[in-house]
């Protein structure tokens, strides 16, 4: 079945320093999004790239779809305490757009002040 | 703007009991997604509905069943509970899929936090 894999599982870094996280899909995906969770939070939905190549930026987050379309990033620069928390990758569902999304394993950010 | 409620945010059961969680999501919103998340582990998906019909299943145990209403609010049924069934339970609404706006975008409840004892 459709896998989706994140790298690196936990990252530490010192407030200022940049970070970046990958996510990985064993197969063309419509449509990737991304999601961060803060520690006891809820998932927030922070974007969707669809077009391959695709790069949208949000203030010092930086979003990229691979060409493939099988492979996606988020990099933050310049990192603050309050980027904190577990950054999703997700994929549809294999069969319609309207169906589940698969989450990847998440990679958890720590920031060091 | 309005955003997706779910109902209760916690909810303590014994073993063995019954438990109900309610989605309520966002307006115009017809696609309803249920998520389970243990302590420190990614969502796993439960269950869906598009327009009150189960659109697909994912790792929903035999014990849980699901219903969205005609007003489109989803319910989620849990009975015969076990300790493992502690966890976040998140309830997730997004678009009709062939609507003109971003479509399969999922926007997040603030989850139901339930504890079995």
């Known amino acids: 079945g459709q896998q989706v894999m994140q790298i690196p599982q936990y990252q530490h870094v010192q407030e200022g320093e940049d970070f970046t996280t990958y996510c990985n899909s064993s197969t063309t995906l419509s449509n990737i999004q991304w999601y961060k969770q803060r520690p006891g939070g809820h998932p927030v939905f922070l974007i969707q790239?669809?077009?391959?190549?695709e790069v949208k930026k949000q203030k010092r987050l930086t979003f990229q779809f691979g060409e493939a379309k099988k492979n996606s990033s988020l990099h933050i620069t310049a990192t603050q305490t309050t980027d904190v928390g577990t950054y999703f990758c997700?994929?549809?569902?294999?069969?319609?757009?309207?169906?589940?999304?698969?989450f990847g394993p998440g990679t958890s950010l720590s920031v060091i002040p | 703007a309005a955003g997706v409620i779910q109902s209760p945010r916690h909810l303590i059961k014994e073993k063995r009991e019954t438990a109900t969680l309610k989605c309520y999501p966002i307006p115009r919103h017809d696609t309803v997604y249920w998520y389970q998340q243990g302590p420190g582990q990614d969502p796993q998906f439960l269950i869906s509905?598009?327009?009150?019909?189960?659109?697909d299943k994912g790792s929903i145990p035999d014990r849980f069943s699901a219903q969205q209403f005609s007003d489109y609010h989803s319910e989620l049924n849990m009975s015969s509970l076990e300790l493992g069934d502690s966890a976040l339970y998140f309830c997730?609404?997004?678009?009709?899929?062939?609507?003109?706006?971003?479509?399969?975008?999922?926007?997040f409840g603030p989850g139901t936090r339930l504890t079995v004892l």
């Open positions: 509905f598009y327009e009150k019909m189960q659109s």
């Open positions: 997700a994929g549809p569902g294999m069969k319609t757009s309207y169906d589940k999304v698969i």
């Open positions: 997730a609404s997004s678009l009709d899929p062939w609507a003109e706006a971003s479509t399969d975008t999922q926007y």
């Open positions: 790239l669809v077009k391959s190549g």
